[in-house]
């Protein structure tokens, strides 16, 4: 499944609006809000990072949405 990113994640250098591959869902150990492991991949299909997430950072793709291409610069 398809995820987008709802906010920055500087320290990965991703930004709101990139997509990432849900790999599991994960229960916060101290009854916080649970997460999610995403792996992100480049244009090229080569992964660049795996991060972990709370849900509330990630989105579904919709179908009136289109894909578009950045470089991997650093989140402003």
């Known amino acids: 499944m398809k995820l987008e990113l709802t906010r920055d994640l500087p ?11 849900l790999v599991d869902f ?10 999610c492991l ?3 991949y480049n244009a090229v299909g080569e ?3 795996v991060v972990a997430v709370p849900i509330s950072a990630v989105s579904a793709l919709r179908a009136d ?6 470089s991997l610069a ?3």
């Open 26 to 35: 994960v229960p916060h150990p101290a009854g916080g809000e649970d997460g």
């Open 38 to 40: 995403l792996e992100v």
């Open 74 to 76: 650093p989140a402003t």
């Open 65 to 70: 949405e289109i894909l578009s291409v950045r």
């Open 47 to 49: 992964s660049i990072a």
């Open 11 to 21: 320290e990965h250098r991703l930004r709101a609006g990139d997509i990432a591959t």
